[in-house]
């Protein structure tokens, strides 16, 4: 009797692939290096400020006020040139003009 042989299955190779890198928007890095400064948190909250409800008699009035952030709550922050992003410890992202 013949036998039928039935091809071995061959493993396939993994293509190696290259990690690209995603090109961000802005390089906020690059836009301080160039500028020769880099910003503290402190001078970064100063450029700040958060939107909050004006409050009478601890019901809110309807009106906001514009008040600074402290260093304290700076998380993190990225200048951008023309403006600077500063991420509070609460979890806010708040933009402030130079």
């Known amino acids: 009797m013949a036998e039928s042989k039935q ?7 993994k293509i190696a692939r290259k990690k690209v890198a995603k090109k961000k ?3 906020p890095a690059s836009y301080a290096k160039a500028r020769g400064k880099v910003l503290s948190n402190a ?4 450029l700040v400020k958060r939107t909050v409800p004006v409050m009478k008699g601890g019901k809110p009035t309807g ?7 402290s260093a304290n709550e700076v998380l993190s ?3 951008y040139g023309d403006h600077v992003m500063v991420v ?10 130079k």
């Not at 001078?43 to 100063?46: I, M, N, R, V």
């Not at 009106?63 to 952030?69: E, L, N, Y």
Request: hydrophobic fraction near 35%.
């Open 7 to 13: 091809p071995v299955p061959v493993p396939k190779k």
């Open 25 to 27: 928007a802005a390089q």
């Open 43 to 46: 001078e970064a909250a100063a």
């Open 63 to 69: 009106d906001t006020r514009q008040v600074p952030v």
């Open 77 to 79: 922050f990225a200048d």
């Open 88 to 97: 509070t410890t609460d979890g806010k992202k708040l933009r402030g003009e």
